[in-house]
């Protein structure tokens, strides 16, 4: 099992809403961490939808699923691979349209932002194509990740995450390299993320009850703390998983892991809208 290497061969012809089998067997047929990681991004979002759509929008559930996101920004800067990928931007459109329809805000101007994830990975991926932040010196990454952290919270209200999420990938790329600013980096940007996530869902909503608070600060603080553990120890490697049908399950779920997120969401919002 290799890892995706900078400007990799990688499947990026597959028809947006199909997966093929060289789709399947694009990172090896061997389970490795970025399906792991992948796995737990897919299940804790589909908790956070939930809790969206169909539990009153849940505090718990969302505070749960604060985790997916920047797992999802850790990896897209972590892979190497910055091309464009036509599926990610046409099952991004088909989501805006989607949520377009299925909306019942009676506001025009958030029927059109901010638009989705799917969207803010492509812009990731089209600004991480054209430059390399593991050449810039370390004053000049200090001065980048303030700027990226001042316009974090107006840029949210463009792009879904704005410039949290790509700051969360610029710390993947320079953990992959080994950067020495590397673990600062990713441990501010992923910090300020989630300040940011923890003023909306805790204490800037007011039918949050202040019963809530004193238990979910802790679990806050509980999902900050894995998720930097899991960033700056994280490499990418393969290992043997048993059974055979976990093995294929993770395997599938992490390898259709668009289809999936643009299938449940999908669904959820027709759904919802419907009842």
């Given amino acids: 099992m290799t890892a995706v290497a900078r400007g990799g061969t990688v499947a990026s012809l597959l028809p947006p809403l199909v997966a093929s089998a060289k789709g399947i067997q ?3 047929a061997q389970i490795n961490t970025h399906d792991l990681m992948k796995v737990l991004a897919i299940v804790t979002m589909v908790v956070d939808n ?8 849940n505090v718990w559930m969302r505070l749960v699923g604060r985790m997916a996101a920047p797992l999802f920004f850790y990896l897209v800067g972590y892979s190497g691979s910055y091309r464009f990928k036509y599926q990610i931007l046409a099952l991004g459109v088909a989501l805006w349209l989607v949520n377009l329809f299925a909306s019942a805000s009676p506001s025009m101007l958030e029927h059109y932002i901010p638009v989705n994830i799917l969207i803010t990975f492509v812009l990731i991926k089209a600004i991480m194509n054209r430059f390399d932040p593991v050449k810039m010196s370390t004053q000049s990454l200090v001065i980048l ?26 710390g993947a790329r320079l953990i992959n390299q080994r950067h020495p600013f590397g673990r600062p980096w990713i441990i501010t940007a992923t910090v300020a993320h989630f300040l940011f996530q923890a003023s909306l869902f805790l204490f800037v909503r007011p039918d949050v009850p202040m019963h809530i608070i004193p238990l979910g600060v802790p679990l806050f603080v509980a999902i900050v703390s894995a998720s930097i553990l899991v960033f700056v120890r994280y490499r990418l490697r393969g290992f043997a998983l048993n059974p055979g049908w976990l093995r294929n399950t993770v395997v599938y779920i992490s390898r259709y892991s668009l289809q999936v997120y643009f299938f449940h969401l999908a669904a959820f919002m027709i759904i919802y809208r419907l009842i």
């Fill in 50 to 57: 939930v809790g969206v759509f169909f539990m009153d929008d």
């Fill in 145 to 170: 990740l303030a700027c990226l952290l001042l316009v974090g919270i107006p840029s949210s209200l463009v792009v879904e995450y704005g410039s949290f999420g790509l700051a969360i990938a610029i």
């Fill in 26 to 28: 694009r990172y090896g």
